[in-house]
């Protein structure tokens, strides 16, 4: 039997929807305006068309760089944040004991100290090992989101029908080969959700890379965007240009992907 949808419900959704989506019409509407018609009217629509901000973005930004090294730490951090996060919780998981007990409990400790207070000693660190302005050092800072991910995966690994592990276990399969073959392929969906939940992480991100990045050469995208904001005056319409050309990788990186994050939480809500 089909479920009816309360018109009441559809009418709060609908003005949420317009809310959310007031600032993003802001930026987007007046990124195709000049600074005096926007100061004029920053809310009605251009009355012609203007693309000289984003003609003066693409000739004074080097965007391309930019994106390539957002793209590098970006995909390298979710490699081995995946890696790392999902051996742990699996080798957690295959060992229960009261020690991995005490043990989760102290990681989960971690998210209690905020992450700002962890900045100056985290930079004496890297300036030891020579890290400091490097997309490595970025790589590793962002690597702590493991944790996190460890989190989300132990759950998804506790509803594994551990039968089949038993099974490949009699048959002589070792440690790896039962996490490579058998765990990993059954947890591809939590997999894909938290890929995509630090990819949105760490692609806008802006306090990390902002401490441990100095090199122009270096900068993000994010660093980008901050870096187009004058000391004494700001082109708001060139700021907003940049804001909407960083935004367009991750909304359509959202969309591809949206049905990862559904079909992720669904299926690790469920026991199999």
């Known amino acids: 039997m089909k479920q009816r949808r309360s018109p009441v419900t559809s ?19 007046n990124t195709l305006k000049t600074q005096e018609e926007m100061t004029r009217s920053p809310l009605a629509l251009p009355t012609q068309l203007f693309l000289g901000n ?21 995909v390298a951090s979710i490699v081995v944040m995946l890696f790392v996060g999902s051996t742990a919780a699996y080798a957690m998981a295959m060992r229960a004991s009261r020690f991995n007990r ?18 100056i000693p985290l930079y004496r660190l890297l300036v030891d090992v020579e890290l400091v302005d490097t997309l490595r050092g970025l790589v590793v800072i962002y690597t702590g989101g493991s944790i996190f991910v460890y989190f989300l995966i132990q759950g998804y690994i506790s509803r594994l029908p551990f039968e089949i592990i038993e099974a490949a276990r009699i048959d002589g399969a070792g ?48 660093l980008q965007v901050y870096r187009s904001v004058g ?26 992907t949206q049905r990862h994050i559904v079909d992720g939480l669904l299926a690790g809500s469920v026991k199999s």
């Open 175 to 222: 440690p790896f080969q039962i996490y490579w073959r058998i765990v990993l392929p059954l947890i591809r969906p939590i997999l894909a959700t938290v890929g995509v939940f630090q990819t949105m992480w760490i692609w806008n991100d802006f306090i990390t890379p902002s401490v441990f990045l100095s090199s122009p050469e270096k900068a993000t995208l994010v």
């Open 54 to 74: 984003y003609q003066q973005i693409f000739e004074t930004v080097p965007l391309g760089r930019s994106f390539v090294n957002t793209l590098i730490v970006t």
């Open 102 to 119: 005490i043990f989760g409990a102290l990681l989960l400790l971690g998210f209690v100290v905020p992450g700002q207070s962890t900045l």
């Open 231 to 256: 000391e004494f005056s700001t082109d708001w319409p060139g700021f907003m240009t940049m804001s909407v050309l960083v935004l367009i990788p991750m909304v359509v990186f959202f969309i591809l």
């Open 11 to 29: 009418v709060v959704m609908i003005l949420l929807a317009c809310l959310v989506g007031v600032p993003l019409y802001y930026i987007v509407v």
